[in-house]
């Protein structure tokens, strides 16, 4: 992509010699096998065989030690096991000269030429029944050729001087930091081709299918092998107030699947509508065509709540259901510069709904009303407050997301994190919580914004976890606490961005203070990113973070921020350093019935940054 942002956010990476990526056979990051092995016991902790791999080598080993005498057993068995399990090192890859997926892998790893020399003189016999690699059994009579046919064009990684390798050892099976502290990710592209991609969800009904949201008010649905049906799940194009220019808040720019869609296939969305003269925030129920699983019923709109916007910006954009079963809602505070409206801004004014978080109740028929006020709402027995309001003083929230706590002991479940994009100074992440005040206008991150309004006694306002000043970025972009099975090293971690910088970066909560240490997120180099398919490069503006339905966590950003403009593309996070065994995050789709053509996925993007 050549993006001279990229360049400039990566080079301290390029002024360090990138260390290479531990990979295995399969082209894969090694794993923590789930039974310890038994056989190849010296990667029992870490590497890139499982218990089933492991017998398997061990029984080669006595195959190949079947031909062995008494004398040549107690020379050699040492020896042959330990070239057998090489294919258990989680630099295997490096060892049988496999990185490149196109050629051939080596059927013995790669020898360091002393070790290979010592092998030779005792136990060259026993190659025969380890390799049919015709080419090296006619150099068994030849020490040198044999041993450097064995040899690798890169020292470092030949056995066994690989496993004295402090360089490449010591942070063995952790996310690779560069000598800034930067953790070195990788991308793999899963769609392309999109105007201004500002949501992406899951239906959570057992299909894996992905829908991604256009700001334009268009919705396609992705099939779990990223196939694309070619008439869209939802089209209110029409009824979207959006436009061309660059930076333009309006438009489409919130889905949410109702919990219990499989049954009830209802769909709630967040929109910019125009009536008269006045600018409408509009929230709408739809139900999925009875027809097509895949298509929504157009003449179903259900408009729920709709709320009057002052200004063109600050928009919010958000709709998602709690793990309590309501919708929350996340509204702007009106637009225009410092929440200008009445006495202390619309954010700090209860009576009306911007500037807030609202939760309602949407689990009813269709012949009740819109929408009921759940009873613990913080403020429902406030006669100045608007009931719906769940918390207040927030200036623009995008992007919030729910916790699904971690994967064992489901410690952070339902945690409600929030992006709120900041004024002239600091962008923040939030915390969100019930009846709470975030502070604005009185604050702006941890700074004063209103100082007047900010000596209030009365204020009572929450901090945010995370504020950044606009030297690092002027417009936040709210991510997901990873919680997916594929990447163990990257639970708990708070991923996210900036819109403008182009930032991503991370959180992660020190479980003893309670406080969030700061990690910013680069894009890998050197060997870093080279598995088959991952690319090191995305578009500078990050418009949105998506988990799927296995709770592996993706991002969408576009080239122009403009909502006509077809380049936006979703990327979805990887950690080449290390996975889950395999087998351990298989899941079986349940079958998706389709009425319309699909198209298949092409990726479009290289593998590197060319730098200016």
Same mark, same amino acid.
């Given at each position: 992509?050549?993006?001279?942002?990229?360049?400039?956010? /990566?080079?301290?990476? +390029?002024?360090?010699?990138?260390?290479?990526?531990?990979?295995?056979? =399969?082209?894969?990051?090694?794993?923590?096998?789930?039974?310890? /092995?038994?056989?190849?016991?010296?990667?029992?902790?870490?590497?890139?065989? =499982?218990?089933?791999?492991?017998?398997?080598?061990?029984?080669?080993?006595?195959?190949?030690?079947?031909?062995?005498?008494?004398?040549?057993?107690?020379?050699?068995?040492?020896?042959?096991?330990?070239?057998?399990?090489?294919?258990?090192?989680?630099?295997?890859?490096?060892?049988?000269?496999?990185?490149?997926?196109?050629?051939?892998?080596?059927?013995?790893?790669? /020898?360091?030429?002393?070790?290979?020399?010592?092998?030779?003189?005792?136990?060259?016999?026993? %190659?025969?029944?380890?390799?049919?690699?015709?080419?090296?059994?006619?150099?068994?009579?030849?020490?040198?050729?044999?041993?450097?046919?064995?040899?690798?064009?890169?020292?470092?990684?030949? %056995?066994?001087?690989?496993?004295?390798?402090?360089?490449?050892?010591?942070?063995?099976?952790?996310?690779?930091?560069?000598?800034?502290?930067?953790?070195?990710?990788?991308?793999?592209?899963?769609?392309?081709? +999109?105007?201004?991609?500002?949501?992406?969800?899951?239906?959570?009904?057992?299909?894996?299918?992905?829908?991604?949201?256009?700001?334009?008010?268009?919705?396609?649905?992705?099939?779990?092998?990223?196939?694309?049906?070619?008439?869209?799940?939802?089209?209110?194009?029409?009824?979207?107030?959006?436009?061309?220019?660059?930076?333009?808040?309006?438009?489409?720019?919130?889905?949410?699947?109702?919990?219990? %869609?499989?049954?009830?296939?209802?769909?709630?969305?967040?929109?910019?509508?125009?009536?008269?003269?006045?600018?409408?925030?509009?929230?709408?129920?739809?139900?999925?065509?009875?027809?097509?699983?895949?298509?929504?019923?157009?003449?179903?709109?259900?408009?729920?709540?709709?709320?009057?916007?002052?200004?063109?910006?600050?928009?919010?954009?958000?709709?998602?259901?709690?793990?309590?079963?309501?919708?929350?809602?996340?509204?702007?505070?009106?637009?225009?510069?410092?929440?200008?409206?009445?006495?202390?801004?619309?954010?700090?004014?209860?009576?009306?709904? /911007?500037?807030?978080?609202?939760?309602? =109740?949407?689990?009813?028929?269709?012949?009740?009303?819109?929408?009921?006020?759940?009873?613990?709402?913080?403020?429902?027995?406030?006669?100045?407050?608007?009931?719906?309001?769940?918390?207040?003083?927030?200036?623009?929230?995008?992007?919030?997301?729910?916790?699904?706590?971690?994967?064992?002991?489901?410690?952070?479940?339902?945690?409600?994190?929030?992006?709120?994009?900041?004024?002239?100074?600091?962008?923040?992440?939030?915390?969100?919580?019930?009846?709470?005040?975030?502070?604005?206008?009185?604050?702006?991150?941890?700074?004063?914004?209103?100082?007047?309004?900010?000596?209030?006694?009365?204020?009572?306002?929450?901090?945010?976890?995370?504020?950044?000043?606009?030297?690092?970025?002027?417009?936040?972009?709210?991510?997901?606490?990873?919680?997916?099975?594929?990447?163990?090293? +990257?639970?708990?971690?708070?991923?996210?961005?900036?819109?403008?910088?182009?930032?991503?970066?991370?959180?992660?909560?020190?479980?003893?203070?309670?406080?969030?240490?700061?990690?910013?997120?680069?894009?890998?180099?050197?060997?870093?990113?080279?598995?088959?398919?991952?690319?090191?490069?995305?578009?500078?503006?990050?418009?949105?973070?998506?988990?799927?339905?296995?709770?592996?966590?993706?991002?969408?950003?576009?080239?122009?921020?403009?909502?006509?403009?077809?380049?936006?593309?979703?990327?979805?996070?990887?950690?080449?350093?290390?996975?889950?065994?395999?087998?351990?995050?298989?899941?079986?789709?349940?079958?998706?019935?389709?009425?319309?053509?699909?198209?298949? %996925?092409?990726?479009?993007?290289?593998?590197?940054?060319?730098?200016?």
């Amino acid at each position: 992509m050549g993006l001279a942002w990229a360049a400039w956010l /990566l080079l301290p990476a +390029l002024l360090h010699r990138a260390r290479s990526h531990p990979q295995c056979l =399969d082209f894969k990051p090694p794993f923590r096998p789930p039974q310890p /092995l038994t056989f190849c016991v010296q990667y029992r902790e870490f590497g890139c065989c =499982d218990s089933s791999r492991d017998r398997e080598i061990m029984d080669t080993f006595y195959r190949v030690m079947g031909h062995a005498d008494e004398a040549g057993y107690e020379l050699c068995a040492a020896h042959v096991q330990d070239i057998l399990c090489q294919e258990c090192s989680p630099y295997a890859a490096h060892l049988y000269d496999a990185e490149d997926s196109n050629t051939p892998v080596r059927s013995v790893a790669g /020898l360091c030429e002393d070790y290979c020399a010592d092998v030779w003189k005792k136990c060259r016999s026993f %190659f025969r029944y380890m390799t049919s690699d015709k080419e090296l059994l006619a150099l068994e009579g030849n020490m040198a050729k044999f041993c450097r046919h064995l040899a690798l064009d890169d020292v470092d990684y030949c %056995f066994p001087r690989l496993l004295v390798n402090t360089k490449l050892n010591q942070n063995l099976g952790l996310v690779t930091a560069d000598s800034e502290g930067c953790l070195q990710l990788c991308l793999e592209e899963v769609a392309n081709g +999109l105007q201004n991609p500002v949501a992406m969800v899951h239906a959570n009904d057992g299909t894996h299918r992905f829908f991604v949201a256009e700001q334009v008010g268009l919705v396609w649905a992705y099939l779990p092998d990223r196939s694309r049906l070619e008439k869209p799940f939802l089209n209110i194009s029409q009824a979207v107030l959006t436009s061309p220019w660059e930076g333009d808040e309006r438009g489409f720019l919130g889905i949410a699947f109702h919990p219990n %869609f499989k049954h009830n296939g209802k769909v709630y969305v967040y929109y910019s509508v125009e009536i008269g003269f006045d600018e409408i925030i509009r929230i709408s129920e739809f139900r999925v065509s009875a027809h097509d699983m895949n298509m929504v019923d157009h003449s179903s709109e259900r408009i729920i709540l709709e709320v009057e916007e002052p200004a063109s910006n600050h928009n919010g954009g958000e709709v998602l259901f709690g793990v309590d079963g309501y919708l929350y809602i996340f509204i702007g505070d009106g637009g225009m510069a410092g929440d200008p409206f009445g006495k202390f801004g619309n954010a700090q004014n209860k009576s009306t709904l /911007l500037g807030k978080v609202l939760r309602i =109740d949407v689990n009813h028929n269709n012949h009740g009303p819109l929408y009921r006020i759940p009873p613990d709402n913080p403020f429902v027995n406030d006669p100045s407050a608007r009931p719906e309001i769940y918390a207040y003083g927030v200036r623009n929230m995008w992007r919030c997301s729910f916790d699904r706590g971690d994967p064992q002991t489901k410690d952070g479940k339902g945690r409600l994190f929030c992006g709120d994009v900041g004024q002239n100074k600091f962008e923040e992440i939030d915390i969100v919580e019930s009846g709470k005040n975030y502070g604005w206008r009185a604050r702006e991150g941890f700074s004063c914004y209103d100082k007047k309004l900010c000596a209030n006694s009365s204020l009572d306002d929450i901090l945010p976890i995370f504020a950044y000043p606009h030297k690092l970025g002027k417009s936040v972009t709210g991510g997901y606490v990873y919680r997916g099975c594929e990447y163990p090293n +990257l639970n708990g971690l708070y991923i996210f961005g900036d819109f403008m910088s182009g930032r991503l970066m991370a959180l992660k909560e020190d479980r003893h203070t309670g406080e969030w240490q700061y990690h910013e997120i680069c894009m890998g180099m050197g060997q870093t990113c080279m598995f088959p398919g991952l690319i090191n490069n995305y578009y500078q503006y990050i418009i949105s973070f998506a988990e799927d339905e296995a709770g592996e966590l993706y991002f969408m950003s576009t080239g122009i921020p403009s909502a006509t403009s077809p380049t936006g593309v979703v990327y979805k996070i990887i950690d080449p350093s290390r996975r889950a065994p395999p087998g351990k995050c298989r899941f079986h789709p349940v079958p998706v019935k389709t009425k319309s053509a699909t198209v298949s %996925f092409v990726p479009k993007e290289n593998s590197w940054v060319k730098v200016w």
